[in-house]
Structures are given as C-alpha cells and as structure tokens.
C-alpha cells in the first residue's frame, strides 16, 4: 500500500485491536456481516464481493436502506488505511439509485476523494454483476488518535 503522511500532532497511524467485533466486517461478531475488503493497487480502490441475504430484507426481495448505507461507510472507512489513520464517520450522504437485490452477487468500492489535515473526503458504490451502480456514497471521516481515544476501552 501507498504511504502518506499522518496527521499532526498525534499519533494517528492504524492499529489492529486483538479481536474485531465490528457488525460490518469483524470475524469475531457471529452476528455480523464479515465483509471483507482487499485493496486493488491497480485501481487504486478497496473492493469487497457480498451477498446480502433475508436477514438484511427491506422491501420485499431487497436489502434495507440502513444496511446499504452500513456497507458503504464500512467501504469508504477502509480507504482511511491507505493513510495509516484511524478516523471516524463524520458525515455520510447515500443516493439510493436503483434497489439492491438480495442473494445476488454484488460488490462495492471505495476510493479517497481528498484529504485536507484530519479530515477525509471518501466515496464508495455499490455495483451488481452487470456492473451497474446501484447505490453511491461521499463521507466524511476525522482522523483520531486511537491510543487517547480508545485508552480506557477493555475487552471482555
């Protein structure tokens, strides 16, 4: 992966936690979606291949809203690697531009926008096997040092 410069003033460079409990991409949540993502340098982008089944169900035979939006800040957060930074979801916007199917191959990429100090600009889409963009996203993520902020956080 590229390198670029980190945030100043802290230390905001990325560091695993032992177990993951994230409900969109942790292998330790049995109730979560375990999306995992690989970095296509060629392309410059995150890419994960999903299916989304009936426990994810909005409208009849498609996935709920919320779940889409958690697949794509889930995508446009993993760019944040690229930087070796930690940084939370400040804003997210979601066009919904056609329904997401569920039991259908799908996939979704995130790439960075900008970056100006701590502050990340990301984007992410959600495509089907037809590669057609069926939902798209910016977000807005604020780089953070994780050793102040998750110095009190013990895990079970």
Same mark, same amino acid.
């Given at each position: 992966?590229?390198?670029?410069?980190?945030?100043?003033?802290?230390?905001?460079?990325?560091?695993? &936690?032992?177990?993951?409990?994230?409900?969109?991409?942790?292998?330790?949540?049995?109730?979560?979606?375990?999306?995992?993502?690989?970095?296509?340098?060629?392309?410059?982008?995150?890419?994960?291949?999903?299916?989304?089944?009936?426990?994810?169900?909005?409208?009849?035979?498609?996935?709920?809203?919320?779940?889409?939006?958690?697949?794509?800040?889930?995508?446009?957060?993993?760019?944040?690697?690229?930087?070796?930074?930690?940084? &939370?979801?400040?804003?997210?916007?979601?066009?919904?531009?056609?329904?997401?199917? &569920?039991?259908?191959?799908?996939?979704?990429?995130?790439?960075?926008?900008?970056?100006?100090?701590?502050?990340? &600009?990301?984007?992410?889409?959600?495509?089907?096997?037809?590669?057609?963009?069926?939902?798209?996203?910016?977000?807005?993520?604020?780089?953070?040092?994780?050793?102040?902020?998750?110095?009190?956080?013990?895990?079970?």
């Amino acid at each position: 992966m590229r390198k670029k410069p980190h945030g100043q003033g802290h230390d905001t460079r990325y560091v695993r &936690l032992q177990k993951n409990y994230c409900f969109a991409c942790g292998r330790n949540n049995v109730d979560g979606m375990r999306l995992k993502f690989i970095y296509d340098r060629k392309r410059d982008r995150f890419v994960c291949h999903f299916r989304l089944g009936k426990k994810y169900t909005g409208p009849p035979g498609h996935c709920h809203g919320g779940i889409i939006a958690t697949v794509l800040d889930e995508a446009m957060g993993k760019v944040n690697k690229l930087g070796q930074v930690v940084a &939370l979801t400040t804003q997210i916007t979601v066009d919904y531009l056609k329904p997401v199917p &569920l039991n259908q191959p799908l996939r979704v990429e995130s790439r960075e926008v900008r970056v100006r100090g701590r502050r990340h &600009l990301n984007s992410a889409e959600i495509l089907n096997q037809k590669g057609e963009v069926l939902a798209r996203s910016r977000g807005t993520f604020l780089a953070i040092d994780p050793k102040r902020m998750f110095a009190s956080f013990v895990e079970p």
